[in-house]
């Protein structure tokens, strides 16, 4: 048997999206779809410093509502059935999300980026500077 081990996060903000239904989000990150806003609260604005736009970011975030406890499901985009692990669903045991968008503007606690397939008001968890591994053959 796994042993379970519980961890705290803490939300740094939130998503806004032009979605308010999981029918209105696309299946996939879009990088050249919708305008999306990541909004820190005002105690992480400093954390922005040497942010620059043009760049790509890590975005975390939390789906909320979902179903963690199916392992297997059909795919939305393709009907494929598979394991969780190799969807994108957000019906995970950990629903967190994941997307590397280059940034389009910042202003003051606003990070503006396009194409995020999450619902208005998605808890924001982190941002990172995108790093690209090299592969070596």
Wanted: hydrophobic share 35%; with cysteine.
């Amino acid at each position: 048997m796994i042993e379970s081990r519980q961890h705290n996060l803490v939300t740094i903000g939130h998503i806004e999206t032009p979605y308010n239904t999981v029918d209105e989000c696309p299946r996939n990150i879009e990088p050249g779809g919708p305008p999306c806003i990541l909004m820190l609260d005002e105690q992480y604005q400093d954390g922005l410093l040497s942010l620059n736009v043009g760049k790509e970011i890590v975005i975390l975030y939390w789906f909320e509502n979902v179903n963690r406890e199916n392992l297997r499901q059909h795919s939305r985009k393709t009907g494929r059935y598979g394991g969780i692990f190799s969807l994108r669903t957000p019906h995970r045991p950990n629903p967190i999300g994941l997307a590397i968008l280059k940034i389009e503007k910042i202003e003051q606690n606003r990070v503006y980026v396009n194409g995020l397939d999450c619902l208005n008001g998605t808890p924001l968890l982190d941002i990172k500077p995108a790093m690209m591994a090299e592969c070596s053959t």
